[in-house]
């Protein structure tokens, strides 16, 4: 087979190292394997918004210490090598908005929505000001012009049995998948899996896609004995709940346990809103988009604004994600200006346990949270107003319109079967691929075949 690799950067390790599984696992196995890399030609990416030529200096370096570690006929080449003579990067309009942004299309290729993706994920804002951050809009939507535009031309002069790519959600990727799969070539996208030891493989689709996971939701529960799969999918939720988390970082470490909010009162009916943080799941086309509410900010702000036709001993508590911590943005302003007599916002720095108030909660509402899921499985009744990789399964209790929200919010409603919440946590605990060839130390780094190709001491020089 005819295998290419498009790898922009390297300082994400773990999607590094998957680059370099593939590539190594594929050229042993005899195929002929091109990886198609940026040598600091891009104008920007999304590990370096500035396009610092140091830190690119430190990419390529990186690179070249896996590269040697690569069996012996693998080709490396810059992408944009294969741009088209006389390919003029067009002039991209203005924006009013970040609607009109994602919906911006360009020769059939979402490059918009390409580019708004990454320019949220790197601003952690869900709706970033684009008049000032125009610069850098233009920079990401040039990249994924390049990326795409080249990759095609690949295509269109190399016969190419497989393509892979790195989470094609971003303005350096995105292009990479359209561009495959416009001209019939299987594009496979990567990223990681269940922890640290895997990696996961998403054919022709975002790793984002519902369909693909609940298959793979299915196909794991199916595959292991009953008490197994019960055992394993009850284990993930205990081990969140005292902090042990799959990529080490847990967002509960500097909570207090059994710590209940100020006001907390028992002899009310308290609804806990967790929200997630928005950044990870915009820009990925329809199935992500809420039906309901057209972000969660809206979402808290509509349900604040109807608690008067709420029970009167209904409270309110939201808990902004522990991941949003130092991060001042749109949603953050707009969660911390909530005003109202029967409503407590607890800031996603609070110390206030996230797992007391579930399990002291009345009910909860989330909005994609992944404690959604967690209140299933613990037994506490859990409306989700949004959209989530759990809101297929059946566990949550899933309105369709703001009326339908209240509505639940307001009645007594009865816990859920846990088995849902099981499945998911088997998922959790154990999609994708075990990697054969890294070993990850952290999130940070590790060893590829046993070489640590991202030791820091060449930072001091070139950052």
């Known amino acids: 087979m005819q295998i290419a690799l498009f790898c922009p950067f390297v300082h994400w390790p773990a999607h590094f190292a998957t680059d370099l599984e593939l590539a190594f696992d594929h050229r042993a196995a005899g195929d002929a394997v091109t990886m198609l890399a940026c040598d600091g030609e891009l104008p920007v990416c999304d590990v370096n918004l500035a396009h610092n030529p140091g830190w690119c200096d430190i990419c390529v370096k990186r690179r070249g210490r896996g590269e040697r570690l690569l069996p012996e006929g693998v080709v490396v080449e810059p992408l944009l090598r294969h741009l088209p003579a006389g390919a003029q990067v067009p002039s991209f309009p203005h924006f009013a908005n970040r609607h009109e942004l994602a919906a911006y299309q360009l020769d059939g290729f979402d490059i918009g929505a390409a580019a708004f993706s990454s320019l949220v994920m790197l601003l952690r804002d869900p709706d970033p000001d684009l008049d000032r951050h125009a610069e850098s809009l233009r920079g990401l939507l040039t990249t994924a012009y390049l ?29 990479v998948l359209r561009a495959s799969t416009r001209r019939g070539v299987p594009c496979i996208a990567h990223e990681v899996g269940a922890d640290l030891t895997r990696y996961a493989l998403y054919p022709n689709v975002f790793p984002h896609d519902r369909a693909h996971a609940n298959r793979d939701i299915d196909n794991l529960w199916n595959a292991e004995d009953d008490a197994v799969r019960r055992e394993l999918g009850a284990r993930y ?55 309901i509410y057209p972000n969660e900010l ?65 009910k909860i509402v989330t909005f994609g949270s992944t404690v959604g899921i967690e209140a299933v499985f613990w037994g506490i009744p859990s409306v989700l107003a949004g959209i989530a990789w759990y809101g297929d399964l059946g566990g949550t209790y899933n309105p369709a319109t703001h009326e339908e929200v209240m509505a639940l919010l307001g009645a007594d409603l009865a816990p859920k079967d846990p088995l849902p919440a099981l499945k998911y946590g088997l998922f959790s605990a154990r999609f994708g691929t075990p990697y054969r060839h890294y070993r990850a130390t952290s999130r940070d780094g590790g060893e590829f075949r046993g070489v640590d190709v991202w030791y820091r001491d060449d930072l001091e020089n070139n950052a």
Not at 148 to 174: C, E, I, K
């Open 147 to 175: 990326v795409h535009t080249a990759m095609g031309a690949y295509l269109d002069t190399h016969h190419v049995d497989r393509v892979y790519v790195f989470n094609p959600r971003f303005s350096s990727t995105r292009g």
């Open 237 to 291: 939720y205990r081990d969140k709940i005292v902090g042990i988390e799959t990529y080490g970082n847990s967002f509960v470490a500097g909570h207090q346990p059994g710590l209940l909010p100020p006001g907390w009162d028992p002899a009310k009916r308290n609804i806990v809103a967790f929200t997630s943080s928005e950044d990870e799941y915009l820009a990925l086309g329809p199935e992500w988009e809420n039906p």
């Open 298 to 362: 809206t979402a808290v702000q509509e349900i604040v604004r109807s608690l008067a036709d709420a029970p009167e001993d209904v409270h309110l508590f939201v808990r902004v994600h522990p991941n949003l911590t130092g991060i001042d943005c749109s949603q953050t302003r707009g969660l911390r200006a909530l005003d109202h007599p029967r409503v407590t916002v607890i800031p996603a720095e609070s110390p206030v346990s996230t797992y007391a108030m579930l399990r002291e909660a009345w």
